[in-house]
């Protein structure tokens, strides 16, 4: 492969996680099958993304190690990038159901859940 397949793939993921960002709020504006068929529409574009990520990996891998070594701090950053817009989508998951009535108790994703299980590794429960 080559620096301008590795560029092709940048684009792809740019336009791939600009569609990705607007759609937790979208979700938790959106009830029923709506914001069903938002989380599905999430978690493909998602895969989409992680592939072209794998992609743009791959290429780093033949290039030029001056150009790999901040190739890769960025494939970091997109990669940590993804992790939070997941969690933000399972957060406003979980936020939509407890708006709707579904119970009160915070989503096995939410940022409370999060503490509690930290603390609760600190301690050793």
Not at 5 to 31: T, V
Request: charged residues 30%.
């Amino acid at each position: 492969m080559s620096s301008e397949e590795f560029e092709k793939l940048h684009e792809i993921y740019k336009s791939l996680f600009e569609e990705l960002k607007l759609l937790p709020e979208k979700a938790l504006r959106s009830q029923g099958e709506e914001r069903k068929r938002l989380v599905r529409t999430f978690d493909e574009r998602k895969g989409e993304a992680e592939e072209v990520l794998q992609g743009m990996d791959e290429e780093l891998r033949s290039a030029p190690s001056a150009f790999r070594n901040m190739m890769s701090t960025k494939l970091r950053m997109y990669n940590r990038d993804l992790g939070k817009l997941q969690r933000d989508m399972k957060t406003s998951d979980s936020g939509s159901s407890a708006q709707a009535g579904v119970g009160s108790h915070p989503g096995i994703y939410s940022s409370e859940n999060q503490q509690s299980v930290s603390v609760c590794w600190l301690v050793i429960c």
